[in-house]
């Protein structure tokens, strides 16, 4: 089960989305649904949370990233683990998101 909170960031203008449990197929749809809504310039998933993903989850994230870029948004990366950038180098699409090793670095970047 994926459980998101979601808190302003340091900065004005961005919101954090801490990621707890698996980024999986089971629950892409939600976390879909949820992200389409936001409207902040700057949107950190701090994944740290998250133990493992599947191509579900990827395709997940590179949709939202496609979607925050047309409509002028930015999608930040933090803390993911290696099995999850593992999962975005095996996939080819980890160069095209801004990914950094802890939240604390994404909010100030």
Request: aromatic share 2%.
């Given at each position: 089960m994926l459980?998101?909170?979601?808190?302003?960031?340091?900065?004005?203008?961005?919101?954090?989305?801490?990621?707890q449990g698996p980024l999986l197929m089971e629950n892409v749809a939600e976390f879909l649904r949820t992200l389409r809504e936001e409207t902040a310039?700057?949107?950190?998933?701090?994944?740290?949370g998250v133990p493992r993903t599947d191509s579900s989850g990827i395709g997940a994230?590179?949709?939202i990233l496609v979607r925050y870029r047309?409509?002028?948004?930015?999608?930040?990366?933090s803390g993911p683990n290696g099995f999850v950038?593992?999962?975005?180098?095996?996939?080819?699409?980890?160069s095209l998101f801004r990914v950094h090793p802890t939240l604390a670095e994404a909010q100030t970047a």
């Open positions: 459980e998101m909170s979601v808190r302003n960031g340091v900065l004005h203008g961005q919101r954090v989305y801490a990621l310039r700057e949107v950190i998933l701090d994944l740290s994230l590179v949709q047309k409509n002028q948004q930015e999608l930040v990366l950038l593992a999962a975005l180098d095996i996939t080819g699409v980890r």
